[in-house]
């Protein structure tokens, strides 16, 4: 039976780090997922409203085959400059695509909208991605916080303070699966009915809260009082996931796919217009690829890992700038 890794994160992954930071004044973060030798990876973008970074250079078709690390972050456009401070930290490590004796680090990025966060403090002069990506860069390690973190600092989910969770799955062949999201979502991760978390019945013993039943009346498919105001580019849900079975490049791309299907089971609705719902995928293993059979399975636990993942951020969120937690509204408590 597939059961959690040791920490629950995307760090039981080997080959995997996590390093984040944050400009509370500012109210927006960074998260990095850096692999410790590059790592297969690809990317499958659904959202409508995405933001993003080397993307293209993910493809099935295009010459570089491995990454050194995947940003995510707040701060709209201006987050994509997290990728630089990364890729300047890197460099400074000796990492990075060889071109001739020229070393580029590859540092593929998603990024989400906090900027009209309540509270926020506009930045004078540079805003502090670049800043922010060297300083999640020296905090890699395996152990991190979740909720109210990173690139989860500024995030809402619907009506609830959003933020950053992470889950991982043991594979009974002995693959590990992790997943790491920073969810700022504009469809509810809830029942607007309840507050049952939609993916509940994915949750791992121990996992999320105890949840409220299912309410007997039929529930209305047109409600969405739990989502947030429909409003362009102001949302998105972002995320990696990662193995450490070995993938192609081809593999990978699948396996993201596949992903995906985990921000539908947890978020209703997922990939509209207003969100840049956007998965990368990456695999720390080498040898044979796995085959068809053996990469549905993996695909599966990525989709579960993201579900759960999704729960776990909202369980940790902290109130902030009037959103209220989870608990607040539906768990009896702050």
């Given at each position: ?119 926020r403090q506009q930045w004078i002069g ?42 991982s799955l043991r594979l009974g062949d ?50 969405f009082s739990a989502c947030s105001a ?105």
């Open positions: 039976m597939a059961t959690a890794g040791p920490r629950n994160l995307i760090t039981d992954v080997p080959g995997i780090l996590v390093g984040q930071a944050e400009d509370h004044g500012a109210i927006t973060g960074t998260t990095i997922v850096l692999a410790e030798a590059p790592a297969a990876a690809a990317v499958d973008v659904r959202g409508g409203a995405p933001g993003s970074r080397e993307t293209e250079l993910l493809g099935p078709a295009t010459l570089v085959e491995r990454v050194d690390a995947i940003v995510l972050s707040g701060g709209s456009a201006f987050g994509l400059d997290a990728a630089a401070g990364v890729m300047d930290a890197l460099a400074a490590r000796g990492r990075g695509f060889a071109v001739g004796e020229a070393l580029v680090p590859i540092v593929p990025a998603a990024i989400l909208f906090d900027l009209n966060f309540p509270s540079e805003p502090p991605h670049r800043r922010l990506g060297h300083e999640a860069t020296a905090r890699a390690g395996q152990d991190f916080a979740l909720g109210n973190a990173g690139a989860g600092l500024g995030a809402k989910a619907g009506r609830l303070k959003g933020g950053i969770g992470s889950a002995g693959a590990m699966v992790g997943a790491i999201v920073a969810v700022n979502c504009c469809g509810a991760v809830v029942r607007p009915d309840s507050g049952r978390f939609w993916a509940a019945e994915l949750a791992l013993a121990g996992e999320i809260p105890a949840q409220p039943g299912i309410p007997d009346l039929p529930l209305d498919l047109e409600d429909l409003l362009a580019g102001a949302n998105t849900t972002i995320a990696v996931v990662a193995t450490n079975a070995p993938l192609s490049k081809s593999g990978c791309q699948r396996f993201a796919i596949m992903a995906q299907d985990g921000l539908s089971r947890a978020i209703r609705p997922a990939h509209t217009p207003f969100d840049g719902d956007t998965v990368f995928a990456l695999s720390t293993g080498s040898g044979e690829a796995a085959d068809p059979a053996r990469l549905t399975r993996l695909g599966s636990a990525a989709a579960d890992c993201l579900a759960r993942a999704i729960m776990r951020a909202i369980v940790a969120a902290e109130p902030l700038g009037g959103y209220p937690n989870w608990r607040q509204i539906w768990g009896g408590g702050t």
